[in-house]
């Protein structure tokens, strides 16, 4: 796996019912690279600290090989990296094949993988389109949330390296798992692993906590 861009956000306010709602989305690339700090990236706006940002959260990592799929949903719009709000477009990631706790090098930093990135009405803004939002979920094409373990500088052409690999739920089960029609026992195992982030585990316990 390889990092295409490193990318860093502009902050922007945008009308939402009336209302005026800052927002940390409009992310696009910096070729001096980013820095990876313990609960967020250094010079990015975090609009939204809430739901963005923090130990489990700290940088959002998107696959450049999805993109060709959202391209295809949206031939007239322009995609730059950093569409998706990532602050690391990569190469080679895919959500069937990462596990929740997996370890990675990347550049100076080392960053444990921690849940899936769960969709909010803010996408719809980028794209200019109402539906963003349920094609977002319905692809399974999540992108990977990490907490970091050792701060450090990453460019664009660092590698990925993968330094450990758990045995645990990957994240595209656990992104399923947050949106399933019906229980499954595999929720079990993802609220009781103790690497996975706190916010990801409250949500399914608040979705699924009458069959825990």
């Not at 940002?53 to 959002?60: I, L, R, T």
């Not at 999805?66 to 602050?87: A, C, I, S, V």
């Not at 499954?184 to 609220?191: F, I, S």
């Not at 706190?198 to 825990?212: A, P, V």
Request: aromatic share 12%.
């Amino acid at each position: 796996m390889k990092i295409i861009s490193t990318n860093i956000a502009e902050a922007r306010i945008i009308n939402w019912k009336g209302k005026e709602v800052p927002t940390g989305l409009y992310k696009f690339g910096v070729d001096k690279g980013i820095f990876l700090g313990k609960e967020d990236v250094k010079h990015d706006n975090v609009m939204d600290r809430r739901y963005h940002g923090g130990v489990d959260k700290a940088c959002y990592l998107y696959s450049a090989d999805h993109y060709q799929y959202w391209q295809d949903l949206y031939p007239h719009l322009e995609m730059p990296w950093g569409m998706f709000g990532e602050n690391l477009t990569v190469k080679g990631l895919h959500e069937k094949e990462t596990n929740i706790g997996d370890t990675y090098k990347i550049g100076e930093a080392v960053v444990q993988v921690t849940q899936p990135r769960q969709p909010c009405f803010k996408l719809q803004f980028r794209f200019n389109n109402n539906n963003i939002v349920r094609q977002f979920i319905d692809s399974g094409l999540s992108g990977v949330y990490v907490r970091v373990l050792q701060k450090g500088h990453v460019n664009p052409g660092d590698n990925m390296q993968l330094i450990e690999r758990k045995q645990s739920l990957s994240i595209h089960e656990v992104y399923t798992l947050l949106y399933a029609g019906e229980f499954d026992e595999k929720v079990k195992k993802a609220v009781n692993d103790p690497l996975i982030a706190e916010s990801c585990k409250r949500d399914l316990i608040k979705r699924w906590g009458d069959y825990l």
